[in-house]
Each structure stands twice: as structure tokens, then as C-alpha cells.
């Protein structure tokens, strides 16, 4: 039995906590951050209180997809951003502190470069050892499953 959080997330949908919502169906809810990155840092949640995406169901995982280009079409016109990033934390070794499946939808411009808008993004790349790398993509491609 997977278990489910009950989060300020869940409380959101229901209509407990205000937000500013910006989209909603029978599966997903979208609403802004209330600490924005930037202006019109826009967060799309299934209803369905899953903690982390590997343990989305199918079904949201699938509206969520649906959703999620429209959305970034929608906040990029809104916000007349000229790029945006997609953030999406799973755990909180990954600085997820809401466990309640969100992804970040973050508008960025170009007057203010990666640091200055509030996300910071560090990129320090390894290089990809061919034997380890080849015991890891048989081991990923063994456990992706139904
Ligand atoms: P995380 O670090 O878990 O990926 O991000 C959680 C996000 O939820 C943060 O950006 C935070 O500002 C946002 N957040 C937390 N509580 C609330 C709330 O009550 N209302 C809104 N609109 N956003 C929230």
C-alpha cells in the first residue's frame, strides 16, 4: 500500500489555503508560488497527493504531461519571459520541501542572468566512465517497468 501525504498542497486543492490559481481540472491544479524565483513562478500539482513523482500514478502522471507545455505557453506569454526553467525536487536530499508532487515552472529574463532572478543554477559536470556507465544503463534499463 503506498502511502500518501496529506501536505499545505492538498489543503490548496481543497480550498482550505488561498492561492492564486491559475488552472485546474479534474486531475491537476496549478496555482502561483508564493515565493517566486521569478515573476509568474507558476507550480503544476496533481490532485492526487503522490510525495514524489515515482510514485505518481499513470493516470496523473499522464495529465500532468498533458498540462505542462500549455502552462509553460501560457506563463510564458503572461510573463513576457524569454526562456524558462523546469524544476521538479524528489526528496529532500533534492531540496524538495513540499511532499507533494510540484513542478516549477520558471520564467527567466534576460536582464537577469542565472543567480540574479533567484535560481542559481550549479552545473559541474563529471565525465562518464564507459564500463561503471554501461553497468548502469543495463541496471536502469532492467527496473523500468510497468
Ligand atoms: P520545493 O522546494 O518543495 O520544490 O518547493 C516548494 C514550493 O512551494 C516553494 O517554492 C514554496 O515557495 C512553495 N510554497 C510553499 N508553501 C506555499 C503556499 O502555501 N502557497 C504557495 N502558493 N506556494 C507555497
Not at 63 to 82: F, K, Q, W
Request: glycine share 6%; net charge negative.
Amino acid at each position: 500500500m503506498v502511502s500518501m501525504s496529506e501536505t499545505i498542497f492538498s489543503k490548496i486543492i481543497a480550498g482550505e489555503i488561498p492561492c492564486l490559481k491559475v488552472y485546474e481540472d479534474e486531475l491537476v491544479f496549478a496555482f502561483l508560488d508564493i515565493n517566486p524565483l521569478s515573476s509568474g513562478h507558476t507550480l503544476l500539482i496533481p490532485k492526487e497527493p503522490a510525495p514524489t513523482l515515482d510514485r505518481l500514478s499513470d493516470e496523473s502522471a499522464a495529465a500532468i504531461g498533458r498540462v505542462l507545455p500549455r502552462l509553460c505557453r501560457a506563463v510564458m506569454r503572461a510573463s513576457d519571459a524569454t526562456a524558462y526553467n523546469i524544476l521538479q525536487n524528489n526528496g529532500a536530499d533534492a531540496h524538495q520541501e513540499v511532499m507533494h508532487v510540484h513542478f516549477h515552472i520558471i520564467p527567466r529574463f534576460p536582464d537577469r542572468p542565472s543567480g540574479q532572478d533567484g535560481l542559481g543554477i550549479g552545473w559541474r559536470t563529471g565525465k562518464l566512465d564507459p564500463d561503471n556507465g554501461a553497468k548502469l544503463a543495463a541496471a536502469i534499463a532492467a527496473n523500468v517497468s510497468d
